[in-house]
């Protein structure tokens, strides 16, 4: 089996800055996309940023040039550094690693969420 556990969340004052880690376990050949949605109270899951196995990234407009991903490939990891946060960030952070090769299947898998608290 696949599973993702993140770390990282907690609570943080406005302008504040967190670092979220996400760590891919099991028996994993390759990982194409990696990447953080999250979903506040009473709203839709959303893409926060994603990176392909390449380094191309996408980034929510919410988002630019605050937030930063980053992968290191070889641990099957993903991290995201949030900075400037804001009380709308307050959401929970959810990993998700597309593309996973594992046996003879690729699989999509999602981490169990970690909240991510923006308030004074």
């Known amino acids: 089996q696949v599973q993702l556990v993140e770390s990282g969340g907690g609570l943080v004052q406005p302008g504040g800055s967190l670092r979220l880690s996400c760590v891919a376990s099991g028996s994993i050949i390759s990982i194409y996309a990696m990447g953080w949605y999250r979903q506040a109270p009473g709203k839709q899951r959303e893409l926060v940023a994603g990176m392909t196995s390449g380094g191309s990234t996408k980034y929510a407009d919410s988002v630019k040039g605050r937030f930063t991903i980053s992968r290191d490939n070889a641990k099957n990891t993903v991290y995201l550094e949030m900075n400037s946060l804001k009380p709308e960030d307050t959401a929970v952070y959810f990993c998700?690693?597309?593309?996973?090769?594992?046996?003879?299947?690729?699989?999509?898998?999602w981490g169990q969420g970690t909240l991510v608290t923006v308030s004074s």
């Open positions: 998700n690693a597309d593309g996973v090769r594992y046996q003879s299947r690729y699989l999509e898998v």
